[in-house]
């Protein structure tokens, strides 16, 4: 996604910097950088209007006292994880799975095999909530079984649940990147008949899934909850992530309120999973 | 042994919003730490103060590892959320938008007091009210004496 960055100089510094922060962030701006000279603000190109800016905010009726000024810049997408994504370690999920880069020697690895390169999508394994749904997978019996991943990232949990047998399944991102990204990886694994699609969960026309998949994030979560109930038939599972050990009971009391189950719980380093049974 | 610190990045992200994208992106990436993980941690850890602006100091370490201490909102957004208004005023000294009491700009001094270049609270209220004028949002009555 295409990003703009509004350099912008204030004289003096404070309060202005704190004021023009307050403002821009009900302008479409996402995040903020400080220095002594000013801030930088940046937000999706698509999510700012500067006609609007000017108009409401300091940078189109400078206040007096206040000597301000600005340059935009647009700065096109790229891999900022590149970095990392060339010369990360393969994760090992106990002896059931290893995820590995093209880069890493295939060998090395036990049990089940999946290659990802993520470019700049979350699902590699080395976050907890991850390494957790795929050692979940592993202990269910997916063969034929319908599959949704909501929140699909690399599309690593839809990539495993196939290679374990899953029948039909999908997975869905928000982010246009991770939709390509996953259809690239499972061209790596060999497996061509994953759905992945671009948007949000109103993007899935299919229903009765034996089981769904997502990791996101509490508030996420909470408000898709009604709609997993929806997609999920009875009896079938609903495996969460995203969050900590200390938002596992909400998250479980909504979940029961929308025909939920809990079936068990799975930590590691304060990072949770719910394992849940639609009644 | 204490981990060798590799450099201080400071940002101010909206909560739950944390995302790859410039500014986030190239600061922690240029580092080689994995932006997505940072990410994901940092919006697990604001998803109820999700939307608002959220100071964040994160310490890389050499190992390309890294933690972070998210901060309360900057005193204008708390000021705008005492207000309950959304933004300030275009004319703040022509046009005032809304009025906030001393026991709200207190309430702010005291929560930002670590983070502003004073030492007491009063030195920290003036500033507050400052801010405040500067939006065109009037503090009610006069400064409280002890």
Redesign the interface.
Known sequence: ?E?L?LDIKLNPV???D??I???L??LGF?????DKTGV?A?G?TADVNMEEVM????L??V??GLTLSFTQEV?A?QN?????EA??EPVFVEDKLTILAPFHDASIAKGMKVEIQ?Q???G?G??Q?TWLMSKALFAEDLQGKRVLDVGSGTGVLAIVAKKLGAGFTMGTDIEEGAVENAIENQGRNDINDITFLLGDIDVVKEDNFDLLLANI???VLKAHMPTYAALLKSGGKLKLS???ES?VDELVTIAAQNGFTKEGVLLKEG?AVIQLIKN | MAKEVAGLIKLQIKGGAANPSPPVGPALGAKGVNIMEFCKQFNARTQDKAGKVLPVVITVYSDKSFDFVIKTPPAAVQLLEAAKIKSGSAEPNRVKVAQVTWDQVKAIAEDKLPDMNCFTVESGMKMVAGTARSMGITVKGDFPSN
């Open positions: 996604m990003y960055e404070s309060p202005w704190d004021i922060v307050s403002q962030a009900e996402e995040s903020f950088t400080n930088k940046y999706p108009a409401q905010s300091i189109g009726n206040p007096e700065i997408e900022w994880n590149a970095t990392w010369d990360f993520p700049m999508s979350f590699t080395h976050h909530t994030n509490k508030n995203g969050f900590f938002d990072w």
